[in-house]
Structures are given as structure tokens and as C-alpha cells.
T-cell receptor, first 113, second 112 residues
Framework: GESVGLHLPTLSVQEGDNSIINCAYS??????FIWYKQESGKGPQFIID?????DKRQGQRVTVLLNKTVKHLSLQIAATQPGDSAVYFC????????????FGQGTILTVHP | DAGITQSPRHKVTETGTPVTLRCHQT?????MYWYRQDPGHGLRLIHY???????DKGEVSDGYSVSRSKTEDFLLTLESATSSQTSVYFC???????????FGPGTRLLVL
């Protein structure tokens, strides 16, 4: 079936570096994408989203890029901090009547002080 | 967390017993969802609701039922718990089909 996946299961960076987390999706009908952050023992936390009519969206220290041609999403975190250490999921929405989210497996980001 | 609480936060139960998990939201969101999260499977949708008394199945609904008698509450029932239902259960809410879903803190369920 359709799925959303991540290229890298783990990413380790130094504090202050920029981080890039990638995600490939396979459903060309998906038209809304969300990045979530999940810390240990907590629920997924919304970070940023993007709709298919955009190719870039910026938030506070985060930027999401969408390349529909190659069905690829990325999350860029500027000046990564130890508090950014978590699992990051991309999720896609599309093709259903109820807002079904299809999640990737997640990337573990570890930030070293 | 968009005003979402889940109860209980932790539960240990025995195989064959019924279990009910509660999700409560204060945001008046129309849509509510129940997911389970397991290693190697990520988050999978169990059931969802698109309004009071309006519910439908997700991708892993066998062995589960739900009810929504009020906008703010969405209950998930394991009719006869099995060890394969040991998992972390998350509730989520959303305002619309193409809108963000906000997640609760989760319930850790262990079925012995």
C-alpha cells in the first residue's frame, strides 16, 4: 500500500549545527504533509505542516521543503539544540474522507552538547 | 496538546478482560482518532470519529470498539484484551480532514 518512509533512521549532530531530516512519500495524491516531534514517553507534537501548493514553509528555527516531482519532504532545523533530540515523523494526508494520516517510521535525532 | 487528556495513563490487565480507554478534549474539535504505536509499525489508526455518534474503522480495528456520545469524549474499548494489544495508545483530534491532528499524551497498556 501507500506509505511514507524516511531515508535515515538515525541522525547525530553537534549542538549548534543545522539538521536535515528527509522523508520520501509514495502517494502522489497526498496533498498535505505534517512533521511531528516525539520525545520519549510523550505523544507526537506538531512542528510544521505544508500543503501541496507550496514548496517551502518556514517556522521558528524549522523549515519544511516539499519536492513533489520526486515525492520528497525534508525538515531543516537550524542551530540544533539538545532539546531537539527526539524522534521525528513525517506524515501525509490525502485520498480519504476522514483525514487519514500515513506515518513514516521515524528518524531519531540525537544532539550532542 | 490542544487540551487533550487520556486516562488512564498506564494500565496492566489480564488476557480476556475488557478495557476502556478514555480520551477527553477541550478544543471542540470535530474529528477524533485512536492510534496505537508499536515498534516496527509506527502509528496505526484503529478507529476514528467525524462527529457525535459518527465513527468508523481504521486499519487495525479488529478487537476494538469505540463510542462518542459527546463532542469532548472518545472511548476506546478492548472487548477482550489479548497480549497482541499491548501497546501505547494515542488519541488525536483535528478540526478538519485536511488539517493537523493534535495528539494526547498516550496510554501505556500491558496485557498479561
Amino acid at each position: 500500500g501507500e506509505s511514507v518512509g524516511l531515508h535515515l533512521p538515525t541522525l547525530s549532530v553537534q549542538e549548534g549545527d543545522n539538521s536535515i531530516i528527509n522523508c520520501a512519500y509514495s502517494n502522489s495524491a497526498s496533498d498535505y504533509f505534517i512533521w511531528y516531534k516525539q520525545e520519549s514517553g510523550k505523544g507526537p507534537q506538531f512542528i510544521i505542516d505544508i500543503r501541496s501548493n507550496m514548496d517551502k514553509r518556514q517556522g521558528q528555527r524549522v523549515t519544511v521543503l516539499l519536492n513533489k516531482t520526486v515525492k520528497h519532504l525534508s525538515l531543516q532545523i537550524a542551530a540544533t539544540q539538545p532539546g531537539d533530540s527526539a524522534v521525528y515523523f513525517c506524515a501525509e494526508v490525502g485520498g480519504t474522507s476522514y483525514g487519514k494520516l500515513t506515518f513514516g517510521q521515524g528518524t531519531i535525532l540525537t544532539v550532542h552538547p | 496538546d490542544a487540551g487533550i487528556t487520556q486516562s488512564p495513563r498506564h494500565k496492566v490487565t489480564e488476557t480476556g478482560t475488557p478495557v476502556t480507554l478514555r480520551c477527553h478534549q477541550t478544543e471542540n474539535h470535530r474529528y477524533m482518532y485512536w492510534y496505537r504505536q508499536d515498534p516496527g509499525h509506527g502509528l496505526r489508526l484503529i478507529h476514528y470519529s467525524y462527529g457525535v455518534k459518527d465513527t468508523d474503522k481504521g486499519e487495525v480495528s479488529d478487537g476494538y470498539s469505540v463510542s462518542r456520545s459527546k463532542t469532548e469524549d472518545f472511548l476506546l474499548t478492548l472487548e477482550s484484551a489479548t497480549s497482541s494489544q499491548t501497546s501505547v495508545y494515542f488519541c488525536a483530534t483535528g478540526t478538519g480532514v485536511q488539517e493537523t491532528q493534535y495528539f494526547g499524551p498516550g496510554t501505556r497498556l500491558l496485557v498479561l
